[in-house]
């Protein structure tokens, strides 16, 4: 079964210019979320969809932060403008619906100079 | 608001010992607790996940146990080994919001 696969792995880019991330989940799963990893500290929910719905977007920055899921499977995580605190490791995670487990993808290493 | 501590931070052990990594959390209304694998780069491994209603779960070297009462819980990794050398995340879920500890970053040393 293939994990779930994030791209790019790294990224470089200037305060206030804009950056998008994408999301493969493992195929069949239903709830896809997006975390954020500041050096040092645990994954920080950012936003879940359920199939395409966003079941919980709280603790995402809706003025420079968009995400969206447009079939139900892919998703792309956006940043515009980005700031130099959101230098940080996006991490993309999927769960299948009836079980607990989150299966996490690699990540996404971004630096904002 | 729950929160999720790990202690220590950092933790250097010599090869072949046994050691304990520990986690509390503030709420005690959790549904499961985690236990993850990061290594430098990379995204997380989930090592063992304990339900509310389990005291524990064992996987090979590794046992994870849970006091949901008192909000603690400990990874117990026996026979340490230099592939062990990670940082080991613990998290606590509830109606699927998943909270994360910092983190303690394991170094065994050969």
């Known amino acids: 079964e293939a994990g779930v696969a994030q791209s790019p792995r790294y990224k470089i880019i200037e305060k206030r210019q804009s950056v998008a991330f994408w999301c493969n989940p493992i195929s069949g799963h239903a709830t896809l979320y997006w975390y954020q990893q500041i050096l040092g500290q645990g994954p920080k929910l950012l936003i879940q969809f359920q199939n395409n719905g966003v079941v919980d977007d709280s603790q995402l920055p809706k003025d420079r932060f968009s995400a969206e899921r447009l079939k139900g499977v892919d998703s792309t995580l956006k940043i515009q403008p980005a700031k130099l605190e959101d230098s940080a490791v996006y991490l993309c995670?999927?769960?299948?619906?009836?079980?607990?487990?989150?299966?996490f993808g690699p990540g996404t290493r971004l630096t904002v100079t | 608001k729950q929160e999720v501590t790990q202690i220590p931070a950092a933790l250097s052990v010599p090869e072949g010992e046994n050691l304990v990594l520990n986690c509390s959390f503030t709420d005690s209304a959790i549904y499961n607790l985690q236990w993850f694998r990061q290594d430098p780069g990379k995204g997380l491994t989930s090592l063992l996940l304990?339900?509310?209603?389990?005291r524990e779960q064992t996987s090979g070297r590794l046992n994870a146990s849970l006091d949901k009462s008192s909000g603690r819980s400990t990874l117990y990794i026996a026979a340490s080994q230099p592939g062990d050398s990670a940082t080991y995340l613990c998290a606590v879920n509830r109606d699927d919001k998943i909270i994360f500890g910092k983190g303690t970053r394991l170094h065994i040393l050969p």
């Open positions: 304990i339900q509310s209603s389990q």
């Open positions: 995670a999927s769960r299948h619906s009836g079980k607990d487990e989150q299966y």
